[in-house]
Structures are given as structure tokens and as C-alpha cells.
Antibody
Framework: EVHLAESGGGLVQPGGSLRLSCAAS????????MTWVRQTLGQGLEWVSS????????YYADSVKGRFAISRDNPKNTLYLQMNSLRAEDTAVYFC??????????????WGQGTLVTVSS | DIQMTQSPSFLSASVGDRVTITCQAS??????LNWYQQKPGKAPKALIF???NLETGVPSRFSGSGSGTHFTLTISSLQPEDFATYYC??????????FGPGTKVDLK
């Protein structure tokens, strides 16, 4: 059974940094693209970033490009999201999700429970 | 950028009702359209990929159709566990993904 568990969320001041982690189990981690999706409280879903199975390809939403960096450690079955220069509008629950494919963005078939990031002074 | 809209935003229905939710893309996305269900406090759950393909374990009362810019999610007979918010999501070859704003299905 696929299991994804996010961690690393918390309260951070504007301009600060945070690194999210997503521990994966129950599938061949390196064979699937992984994605971060965020959801502002009570609002809709926003795709943030995706990474191919090997880690060689990364993709970002315009709203986070240049500030966030996605990476993965395949031997450790872990996905990361380094978030820098955080803004109030980055406040959201961040979900990691497993794609159905290896190298691009298609469908997010399994999701973690999410971790809350609050950017506030 | 491709924009996604959904209608209605809110829908009140009763158990046993046939429910249809519409999703529209701002440009032709062929069949690159997925659907998710989300319950309060939970992560989204994948329902349908590429317009009409049910994810494993999704009941057959759920179905999807459409192509190009206009898509629908239909629940043939609403069950108590189906009260939730439903999101469509498109993906393109940039690649990037865009979600619709959601449709909340509530008990009448």
C-alpha cells in the first residue's frame, strides 16, 4: 500500500525559509514522478512543483519559481521542498503526491495527509 | 496559462439523486483531464484520469466524459459517502497542472 507522510511544516516569518519532507513507502519510489500541491485554508488546490523519477527534471509554478526548490533522495525514498523567501500568500497546507507516470505531470493518484505552513510575523 | 472553471460551485442534492458537475478549460486540452474528491480535513482522492478512466476501487456510479474544453463528472446515484468537494485538474506538456475551483456537493 502506498503511504506518503509529509513533515517540516510550521510557523515562519516572511522572508524566512522552510524545508518540507515527504517520506514514501509501498512502491518503487524512483519509478514515479512526485509532486507538491498546496491548499490555502478553506480554498482550492494549487500545483506547486513536480520532479521526475530520477530527479533530473523539475517543474515549478510561476508563483514559486526562483524561490522554491524540489528535490528527491531515491535511496531514502524521500521527497523535499526547500522554500525560501516565504511570503504570506505561501500560507497553506502542502501535500505531496505520487504521479501515475515517471517523468512528467499527469495525475496525482496517491496523496499524503499534508503539512501546514504558516507565514506570519 | 490554461484556466479551469467548474459549475456549479455548490450543489445541494439528496441520496439517490443523479448529480452532474461541469468543468471547462480555457483552451483545448484534448483528454488531459482528471477528477478528485476531497472530504473536510482530508487529502484529495483520485477518482478519474484522462476524462473517463476510473481509478482502482472507485465505484462505478462515478463516470466522466467530454473532450477538448468541456468535461463532466456524473454520479449516477448519490450515496451518503459522496458528499464532498470535487475538483477537476488539467495537465499540459509544459508540463504543469491546473485545478478547477471545486464543486461542493451538500446534503439537501
Amino acid at each position: 500500500e502506498v503511504h506518503l507522510a509529509e513533515s517540516g511544516g510550521g510557523l515562519v516569518q516572511p522572508g524566512g525559509s522552510l524545508r518540507l519532507s515527504c517520506a514514501a513507502s509501498g512502491f518503487s519510489f524512483s519509478k514515479y514522478a512526485m509532486t507538491w500541491v498546496r491548499q490555502t485554508l478553506g480554498q482550492g488546490l494549487e500545483w506547486v512543483s513536480s520532479i521526475g523519477g530520477s530527479g533530473g527534471t523539475t517543474y515549478y509554478a510561476d508563483s514559486v519559481k526562483g524561490r522554491f526548490a524540489i528535490s528527491r533522495d531515491n535511496p531514502k525514498n524521500t521527497l523535499y521542498l526547500q522554500m525560501n523567501s516565504l511570503r504570506a500568500e505561501d500560507t497553506a497546507v502542502y501535500f505531496c503526491a505520487k504521479d501515475i507516470g515517471e517523468n512528467t505531470v499527469t495525475m496525482f493518484e496517491s496523496w499524503g495527509q499534508g503539512t501546514l505552513v504558516t507565514v506570519s510575523s | 496559462d490554461i484556466q479551469m472553471t467548474q459549475s456549479p460551485s455548490f450543489l445541494s442534492a439528496s441520496v439517490g439523486d443523479r448529480v452532474t458537475i461541469t468543468c471547462q478549460a480555457s483552451q483545448d486540452i484534448s483528454n488531459s483531464l482528471n477528477w478528485y474528491q476531497q472530504k473536510p480535513g482530508k487529502a484529495p482522492k483520485a477518482l478519474i484520469f484522462d476524462v473517463s478512466n476510473l481509478e482502482t476501487g472507485v465505484p462505478s456510479r462515478f463516470s466522466g466524459s467530454g473532450s477538448g474544453t468541456h468535461f463532466t463528472l456524473t454520479i449516477s446515484s448519490l450515496q451518503p459517502e459522496d458528499f464532498a468537494t470535487y475538483y477537476c485538474q488539467q495537465y499540459d506538456n509544459l508540463p504543469r497542472a491546473t485545478f478547477g475551483p471545486g464543486t461542493k456537493v451538500d446534503l439537501k
